[in-house]
């Protein structure tokens, strides 16, 4: 159970970096610098999640 709820953890800051990107990209002049570091923050977050699978 507690793997389940860090996982829905995970989850659940993965989709809030989804919604922060989708903000920054709509801005009339993105920052670009912020936009990588959360993509970065994401990938980490799905490698994390891809590894409590294995």
Partial sequence: ?????AKSSLETHHASLEIK?????????PD??????IKK?????KDE???MNA
């Fill in 41 to 45: 923050q994401k990938l980490r977050l």
């Fill in 1 to 5: 159970m507690i793997v389940d709820e």
């Fill in 21 to 29: 990107l989708l903000e920054e990209l709509n801005r009339p002049q």
């Fill in 49 to 51: 999640m891809l590894g």
């Fill in 32 to 37: 670009q610098n912020l936009i990588v570091a």
